[in-house]
């Protein structure tokens, strides 16, 4: 069994200054965490955090003492709702094991836990230091313990706790020069998914399995054909001619790489493929690279769930029905889960969203509504070209090396959007601040495993 532990990027932040006050002496907070469990993985997910205020404790720099009072209602609802309980605690002294102190703690307050919650599913304890870092273990309904395999923050960076050791390879040095030794490692331990293998995803794929992502997961549902072969990479006629799904072009494109990436392929489309999803659910990050609203409104509301980071990329080129063009814009979108979202930014409306269900669910009743004029915005087929197209990608992809590593100058909750206008010969970034907060999805951040299945009926 695989164990992991994922933070949501506002409960990292704000566990963090609880548990780091300035006065060099341990403090204490719960979290309510989802889960996700399935096929030898599980993993707790931080849904809610309570911060145990320190006049409840008896603190110290080397121990903190705390009432437990306060944490009966995540008792009450994990129970009811199959959810787990996380201590988290701080060493300011930086001590990266478990003290005899703690396991003393750990086995009083989880022998507790369990007698609450008759469920067979494991809770956590973990413990934070000053730069940060996070480690942990779970607890059985045995009282055994497991450290996590891996512990995980999407927020404004990327954070992942990993002690795993990869090989060196020999194409790699010039990424280690550029980013340095540990995010090369980390890239190599990464899984990462792109949902849509096309203009933009095409060449995400291509520049990911180059910096040397461990595993990518690439799902679409559709072949090759001749009118996207100005931008699809590493396509042929002989591959359109073949209807060859493009999932399957890429694979073989990558295998023939040889770069020591694991490719999982998809040919569906998400909304058909649990299996597909679940996949995804394991990912570090995901690039959703579709053109759909309700491809864009699934991948959001799966990253929210599982708190995976989730990178939108979208291309508009407008043309003037004369043979030129009258504007190109780009975008890519770093969604936090939990915060805003693609439709609190106005991305899409609610109608918008039904129009498009309606055409993937009920053709039919969709091009009726269509011609009484009762849908409007309908998905159609714009001009695209391979030299915008990788020029976003190549932007979506450095914003994943900035958060993992940081290089600009500017904090990356700057740059939460980053709007291209190519005609007009600018680059504009918004900061996650100036977006409306999405209620939805602070309310659901991290909930997991639920029925129905991300709260899509549909499903």
């Given at each position: 069994?695989?164990?992991q532990?994922?933070?949501a ?17 341990e ?17 707790l ?6 911060l ?8 110290d720099?080397e121990?903190?003492?705390w ?9 009450e ?26 396991d ?5 307050l989880?022998?507790s836990?369990?007698?609450?919650c008759d ?9 934070m ?24 923050v ?27 030794e ?6 190599k331990?990464m ?6 293998c ?19 997961v ?7 054909e ?12 002989q ?13 073989e ?13 998809y ?25 759909s609203?309700?491809g ?6 799966l ?7 989730f ?8 043309a003037?029905?004369?043979g ?86 500017d ?8 709007t ?35 709260r899509?009926?549909?499903?």
């Amino acid at each position: 069994m695989l164990y992991q532990l994922r933070i949501a990027g506002e409960h990292y932040k704000s566990l963090q200054q609880h548990l780091f006050p300035g006065d060099g002496k341990e403090a204490v907070a719960v979290a309510l965490c989802g889960r996700y469990e399935r096929d030898g993985v599980s993993i707790l997910l931080t849904h809610q955090i309570e911060l145990i205020p320190y006049d409840e404790c008896e603190r110290d720099p080397e121990f903190v003492h705390w009432k437990t009072q306060r944490i009966i209602p995540f008792l009450e609802r994990a129970e009811k709702e199959n959810l787990a309980i996380l201590k988290i605690h701080s060493h300011p002294g930086g001590y990266m094991q478990f003290s005899d102190t703690d396991d003393q703690s750990d086995g009083e307050l989880f022998q507790s836990v369990f007698g609450w919650c008759d469920h067979d599913g494991v809770h956590g304890s973990a413990v934070m230091v000053p730069d940060g870092q996070v480690f942990g273990r779970v607890f059985t309904p045995a009282m055994a313990t497991f450290a996590f395999d891996k512990i995980s923050v999407a927020g404004d960076s990327i954070r992942i706790f990993d002690n795993s050791t990869v090989e060196q390879d020999d194409f790699s040095i010039r990424t280690r020069q550029a980013f340095g030794e540990a995010t090369y490692n980390q890239l190599k331990k990464m899984k990462v998914g792109i949902v849509g293998c096309s203009g933009t995803g095409s060449p995400t794929i291509e520049q990911l399995v180059r910096l040397g992502v461990g595993t990518i997961v690439i799902v679409d549902p559709d072949t090759v054909e001749r009118k996207n072969l100005n931008r699809i990479l590493n396509t042929t006629k002989q591959d359109a001619d073949a209807s060859r799904f493009k999932t399957e072009v890429l694979a073989e494109t990558i295998h023939r790489m040889d770069l020591g990436t694991k490719v999982v392929t998809y040919s569906v489309n998400l909304y058909e493929s649990r299996e597909a999803m679940e996949e995804l659910i394991t990912c570090d990050v995901i690039y959703g690279c579709v053109d759909s609203v309700d491809g864009r409104h699934l991948i959001a509301q799966l990253t929210n769930f599982y708190l995976i980071p989730f990178f939108d990329l979208g291309v508009r080129l407008d043309a003037d029905g004369k043979g030129g063009i009258k504007g190109i814009t780009a975008s890519v979108h770093y969604i936090k889960p939990g915060c805003s979202t693609l439709f609190s930014r106005r991305l899409y409306t609610q109608e918008r969203l039904y129009s498009e269900n309606l055409k993937r669910q009920n053709p039919a009743d969709f091009e009726d509504q269509l011609k009484q004029g009762y849908v409007h915005n309908a998905n159609v087929d714009r001009p695209a070209v391979i030299s915008i197209n990788m020029q976003i990608s190549a932007m979506a992809v450095n914003e994943l090396l900035n958060r993992l590593h940081l290089f600009k100058d500017d904090d990356p909750e700057n740059y939460a959007k980053i709007t291209m206008d190519y005609t007009g010969g600018c680059i504009i970034n918004e900061a996650e601040s100036n977006f409306e907060q999405d209620v939805a999805a602070q309310k659901w951040v991290g909930r997991g495993d639920y029925k129905p299945f991300l709260r899509l009926t549909g499903l």
